[in-house]
């Protein structure tokens, strides 16, 4: 299968049990497993059994996951598979992947950081297909040499959904749940423990066009702070971890703080994940790892929570643009199309002649120590004030200059990043502290680099 890859899944092995239940299904699917990585267990608590392509070939794919799995979820792995990619979901979990005559033909996994992706070389599987549904078990001797430790052990009973089949929509959050937030285990800077007490979960702008929301962990109480992911990272309330994830448990957005380091606080996207993430009947929980420590900017960091926060339905102010009511879609629609073909046709009759000179390109006021880098078309400049602050000038004076934004902005004490769009131009801009000030580094498309 076309793009298969293995990384690191260490001391894999499926014992234990769970149930689930599908929507609209009469029967429950049993699923027997629990998930070892690294000496640490992951409950599988949900299924799913769908048909599928794969290089232009039918399959049967059973997925035994930590949390459930969405409708669009399912269509963006079907979509993957058609186009020949191995489609992962939210660890942990373990995906098999069949022959319309039931043999095994591949198997992946994953949990915390770790991850694997394999034929079935060691493995003995069998599946049977019966009134709808998918009977079957798949076991791997667990492999003890070498540096790569894995084995499973699991049986299904699961509901098949056809080719043309898909998951019923979720169900619209409500209130938020009358739970006590709460959080357990452990944050490390540097090796020294501190204690986070405090947690709350907030929506914030969608990023990526989809639905994103907060994780705020603190050492002492913020629950009645007004910007409390923004204040925190300052370190307001002590050490603090902030995470900005969509409601899927996917992780976009990572601040570190930690009275141990001698930064103020820094981002480490893609040291940390979720696992057994859900976000149901008004209340966000789950787990936090980074499956040990890790190294960024000469700090080392760990974390392993469990946690639970209220968190009930979107504002209306948080909601994609695509998720909003029908009626004011259609309202903007008519000046929406006609702005977007104002656009076209400007950028398709402007001349090469008018294309911005990467010189005049809109900057801070106080913008010093400036590089252009032509090779690779980017732009580095140095500001005397904050993050915040350079972002807003920034914003204010690029809109100034006609450029617009192509996604949600993402702006925290630690890093934030701006997306920008003018006619056939680009603009991605990264906004770091630095010495007391902020470090502007934007990578430019389309853009004239004449004379530089």
């Given at each position: ?119 079935p070389s060691q493995v003995s599987a069998e599946l049977k297909s019966k009134d709808g549904r998918v009977i079957g078990k798949a076991s791997q001797p667990n492999e003890t040499e070498g540096n790569f430790h894995s084995g499973f052990d699991v049986h299904f009973d699961v509901a098949l959904l056809g080719i043309e089949e ?287």
């Amino acid at each position: 299968m076309a793009k298969k890859f293995m990384n690191l899944l260490a001391a894999m092995a499926f014992i234990g049990g769970a149930t689930t239940l599908f929507a609209q299904e009469k029967a429950a699917n049993t699923v027997l497993g629990t998930l070892m990585v690294q000496d640490k267990n992951y409950s599988l608590k949900h299924a799913l059994a769908y048909e599928t392509t794969m290089d232009e070939a039918e399959r049967i794919v059973v997925v035994l996951s930590g949390q459930a799995i969405s409708a669009e979820k399912l269509k963006e792995a079907r979509a993957e598979e058609k186009d020949g990619h191995d489609a992962s979901f939210n660890r942990p979990y373990l995906k098999l992947e069949f022959t319309k005559a039931g043999e095994l033909s591949h198997f992946s996994g994953g949990a915390g950081i770790s991850f694997m992706s394999k034929g079935p070389s060691q493995v003995s599987a069998e599946l049977k297909s019966k009134d709808g549904r998918v009977i079957g078990k798949a076991s791997q001797p667990n492999e003890t040499e070498g540096n790569f430790h894995s084995g499973f052990d699991v049986h299904f009973d699961v509901a098949l959904l056809g080719i043309e089949e898909s998951l019923p929509a979720a169900k619209k959050p409500g209130p938020a749940a009358n739970v006590k937030p709460s959080v357990t285990g452990t944050f490390k800077g540097n090796g020294k423990e501190a204690k986070l007490a405090y947690v709350s979960a907030y929506w914030r702008e969608p990023f990526s066009d989809k639905p994103s929301m907060v994780l705020v962990f603190t050492e002492k109480d913020h629950s009645k702070d007004k910007k409390p992911d923004f204040n925190a990272g300052f370190g307001r309330f002590g050490s603090a971890l902030i995470i900005s994830l969509h409601e899927d448990g996917e992780i976009f957005g990572c601040e570190v703080v930690h009275s141990a380091h001698s930064k103020q606080g820094f981002s480490s996207v893609g040291q940390i994940k979720t696992d057994n993430f859900e976000f149901t009947d008004g209340k966000v929980q789950g787990e936090l790892t980074t499956d040990g420590q890790v190294e960024v900017f000469g700090e080392t960091w760990e974390v392993n929570l469990k946690f639970v926060a209220p968190l009930g339905e979107i504002p209306k102010e948080f909601q994609p643009a695509d998720s909003k009511k029908p009626e004011e879609d259609a309202t903007d629609k008519p000046a929406t199309k006609k702005q977007s073909t104002e656009r076209s046709e400007k950028a398709t009759t402007q001349p090469a002649k008018d294309q911005l000179n990467v010189k005049d390109l809109a900057v801070t006021k106080d913008a010093t120590d400036f590089e252009y880098k032509a090779a690779v078309e980017h732009v580095l400049f140095k500001s005397k004030s904050n993050v915040k602050a350079v972002c807003a000038e920034l914003a204010a004076n690029l809109k100034a200059q006609g450029w617009e934004k192509e996604d949600s902005d993402l702006i925290t004490p630690a890093s934030s990043i701006l997306k920008r769009k003018r006619g056939d131009a680009a603009l991605t801009i990264f906004v770091k502290p630095e010495n007391g000030g902020s470090q502007v580094q934007i990578f430019t498309e389309g853009l004239s680099w004449e004379g530089k």
